[in-house]
Nanobody
Framework: QVKLVDSGGGLVQPGGSLRLSCVAS????????MAWYRQGSGKQRELVAS???????KYADSVKGRFTISRDNAKNTVDLEMNSLRPDDTDVYYC?????????WGRGTQVTVSS
């Protein structure tokens, strides 16, 4: 069992920045990839960025050059630095980890980009 606590969302103006954080606890030895997803009302959950255990990162095309994912295996955290935010980045963002026993999800944190 892995517990994820994600935080850091809020209201920001277009062009602004936010940093999301996620802390994992429990059976952390089983964690492989750590990632952030997002989901808007009536939309499918989509991958924003991922960070594998061996250091490979992947980003959605829509966030490349604006978002940066980082991972600290010693602290069991994965963060998402979001810059140049746009209104279409407004969504609920979810922390995710892939383990040998399947995926686990955080509860989500709301990001709203609006003037």
């Amino acid at each position: 069992q892995v517990k994820l606590v994600d935080s850091g969302g809020g209201l920001v103006q277009p062009g602004g920045s936010l940093r999301l954080s996620c802390v994992a606890s429990g059976n952390i030895a089983s964690i492989d990839a750590m990632a952030w997803y997002r989901q808007g009302s009536g939309k499918q959950r989509e991958l924003v960025a991922s960070f594998t255990r061996d250091g490979n990162t992947k980003y959605a095309d829509s966030v490349k050059g604006r978002f940066t994912i980082s991972r600290d295996n010693a602290k069991n955290t994965v963060d998402l630095e979001m810059n140049s935010l746009r209104p279409d980045d407004t969504d609920v963002y979810y922390c995710n980890v892939e383990t040998s026993r399947g995926p686990y999800w955080g509860r989500g944190t709301q990001v709203t980009v609006s003037s």
